[in-house]
């Protein structure tokens, strides 16, 4: 699902008409653990309670595992907003947020520089 780019939020001339933490409340920190990685998806429950239309926006975005970073793109606000908006949504049980595993194995320098003579090569 694309976020329209005009509406309400949005004006050509103007920019966002809406202040970003005006979205998020004034809050600053989200509620659930999140990071730009974290994969964040659609449980399929409808959220209980009112939520603004940036909620409505990023659970429309949430059909499939999707990104933080990848949402905050899409709805055009800072990562933090985002992730504000994305605890709210977890918080009530509208969407499944999954954190990265850390990676235990090292990174293979000789794939790496094969990787970096081939796009070289390339250009």
């Known amino acids: 699902m694309s976020v329209p780019k005009d509406g309400p939020l949005l004006d050509d001339a103007a920019?966002?008409?809406i202040r970003p933490y005006t979205v998020s409340g004034g809050r600053t920190r989200p509620t659930a653990a999140l990071d730009l990685?974290?994969?964040v998806m659609a449980t399929g429950s409808k959220?209980?309670?009112h939520l603004g239309p940036e909620h409505s926006m990023a659970l429309g975005l949430c059909h499939?595992?999707?990104s933080v970073a990848e949402i905050s793109a899409h709805l055009r606000l800072p990562a933090v907003?985002?992730?504000v908006l994305l605890s709210d949504l977890v918080d009530c049980g509208a969407v499944t947020a999954r954190t990265p595993r850390p990676c235990d194995t090292r990174t293979d320098r000789s794939l790496l520089e094969a990787v970096l003579d081939?796009?070289?090569r390339r250009l």
């Open 15 to 17: 920019g966002r008409l």
């Open 37 to 39: 990685l974290s994969l």
């Open 47 to 49: 959220p209980q309670g």
């Open 64 to 66: 499939g595992p999707t």
């Open 81 to 83: 907003v985002t992730k």
């Open 118 to 120: 081939g796009l070289r």
